[in-house]
């Protein structure tokens, strides 16, 4: 589905850029860790990421090695135009499931991931960010 939106985007920039927008100004060490990735296959896709104008890589003050990960304005109008991709997506998990059924995936996806995360805050901002859906755990 992603493949075919014509954003030309891969399902791994779309996650790299996402976390670039939930964790504005981490260092690309820090967003490799949190989304489970090796360190050069997140390098790779804000490589891309920053070929499109999506992000832009800027120097750590307190360490010169390490690069902060900013997102573009441009990022902001590709998420909010991705936006009804994710709705048919979800719409797509979610079909011919009640809504009793959607609340226990959702609760048991968050416990799966409050067990293999170490950061509680990622837990609780992945579910901001997408509301209570199992897509929110992603």
């Known amino acids: 589905m992603v493949s075919e939106s014509g954003f030309g985007l891969t399902p791994g920039e779309i996650r790299a ?5 939930r964790f504005r100004g981490s260092r690309q ?18 490589d891309r990421l920053e070929a499109r104008g999506l992000i832009k890589r800027m120097m750590d003050s307190s360490d010169r090695r390490a690069k902060l990960i900013e997102p573009t304005d441009a ?3 590709m998420m909010s135009e991705l936006e009804p991709l994710f709705g048919r997506i979800l719409h797509q998990l ?19 991931r409050a067990n293999l ?22």
């Open 29 to 46: 060490a820090l967003l490799a860790e949190r989304m489970g990735v090796e360190p050069m296959t997140l390098s790779a896709y804000l």
């Open 17 to 21: 850029l996402t976390h670039v927008l």
């Open 75 to 77: 990022a902001f109008v």
């Open 117 to 138: 995360v170490s950061d509680p805050q990622l837990v609780s901002a992945s579910a901001s960010a997408i509301g209570n859906t199992p897509l929110a755990v992603l």
């Open 94 to 112: 979610m079909q011919g499931m009640s809504e009793d059924e959607t609340l226990a995936v959702t609760k048991g996806l968050e416990k799966l």
